[in-house]
Nanobody
Framework: QVQLVESGGGLVQAGGSLRLSCAAS????????IGWFRQAPGKEREFVAA?????YYADSVKGRFTISRDNAKNTVYLQMNSLKPEDTAVYYC?????????????????WGQGTQVTVSS
């Protein structure tokens, strides 16, 4: 069983930065794909970024967000810079035991509880 716990969300002004963390349990962390998704009110959950061998990003965040992982700490980070009001959403991390790439939410097997990010204009 894998458990994922997100942290680091909050309220920030447009142009500001936040760093989200996703702490994972489970022996397969190092050989899995960890992804970040987000869901705004009234919208579908959408892919943000993921990391298997290397990072990959949705076009909407490319150049502003950076995903990284620390396998020794079983943690994946999402550094979010130049935040925009349209980045406001609940952010979720998720795991697939394979090495992807995976960008669809139904490709991920385990999910965290989510952390709220609110960007004010």
């Amino acid at each position: 069983q894998v458990q994922l716990v997100e942290s680091g969300g909050g309220l920030v002004q447009a142009g500001g930065s936040l760093r989200l963390s996703c702490a994972a349990s489970g022996r397969t962390f190092s050989y899995s794909t960890i992804g970040w998704f987000r869901q705004a009110p009234g919208k579908e959950r959408e892919f943000v970024a993921a990391f298997n061998w290397a990072p990959y990003y949705a076009d909407s965040v490319k150049g502003r967000f950076t995903i990284s992982r620390d396998n020794a700490k079983n943690t994946v980070y999402l550094q979010m810079n130049s935040l925009k009001p349209e980045d406001t959403a609940v952010y979720y991390c998720a795991q697939n035991g394979g090495l992807g790439p995976y960008i669809r939410s139904d490709e991920y097997h385990y999910w965290g509880q989510g952390t709220q990010v609110t960007v004010s204009s």
